[in-house]
């Protein structure tokens, strides 16, 4: 008996199986090793159990980034982070430079305080969206926890998440488009985080639509 394509797309949501070309999210990082990502010098990062994790003394000077060897657009992506001390970041967007920051662009603010959720931009304008005080019921964030993060970036527009709720939006923003994503140890402090379970769904570059 044949079957019509369309009937077979169908039963496949139906029982929810996975159809062949649907968008889906991809691992950056494969739980097991730093494969696909280079440090910038400054601190240090290693893989345990699954879990990405930095650490620097205060003594550093320079900030440690954990950059991946490619460079994305248009995309979302989401992972879950543990801030034990210090002040982080989640960098997208990013160009590497020669200094002790070690890369310019967009960071989602990954800390120990309520800043964590905030756009600011490394080597620009500095805080492009300062966290609010009434976005923190919604966001739930609770230092040394275990925590989501959601990013998406197509063209000029940018929205970030945590744990579900909206913390920063850009529309029409004349920032950059295209960069690394990166992981940020802050210089001249003591620093843990941890990061887990990175995966990116790229979208068609926004200026081609």
Not at 9 to 25: H, K
Not at 43 to 49: I, N
Not at 64 to 90: E, M, P, Q
């Amino acid at each position: 008996m044949k079957i019509k394509l369309p009937l077979l797309i169908c039963i496949g949501l139906t029982l929810g199986f996975p159809l062949a070309g649907a968008d889906e999210f991809k691992p950056i990082f494969d739980g097991k090793s730093l494969a696909g990502w280079t440090a910038r010098p400054g601190g240090t990062w290693e893989v345990k159990d699954g879990v990405i994790v930095g650490k620097s003394p205060a003594s550093e000077p320079k900030h440690g980034i954990l950059l991946t060897d490619k460079t994305y657009k248009d995309f979302t992506v989401r992972c879950k982070f543990r801030v034990h001390a210090g002040d982080s970041g989640f960098y997208f967007r990013a160009e590497k430079v020669d200094n002790a920051v070690s890369v310019h662009g967009f960071q989602v603010e990954v800390d120990s305080s309520q800043e964590t959720g905030g756009l600011y931009e490394t080597g620009g304008r500095a805080w492009v969206v300062e966290p609010k005080a009434e976005d923190i019921p919604k966001k739930n964030y609770q230092p040394g926890e275990w925590t989501e993060l959601e990013l998406t970036a197509k063209g000029a527009d940018v929205t970030v998440k945590i744990n579900g709720a909206v913390t920063a939006e850009l529309k029409n923003d004349p920032g950059r488009r295209e960069g690394h994503i990166g992981l940020q140890l802050h210089g001249g402090m003591e620093m843990h985080v941890e990061f887990k379970e990175i995966e990116i769904l790229e979208a068609a570059s926004a200026e081609s639509e």
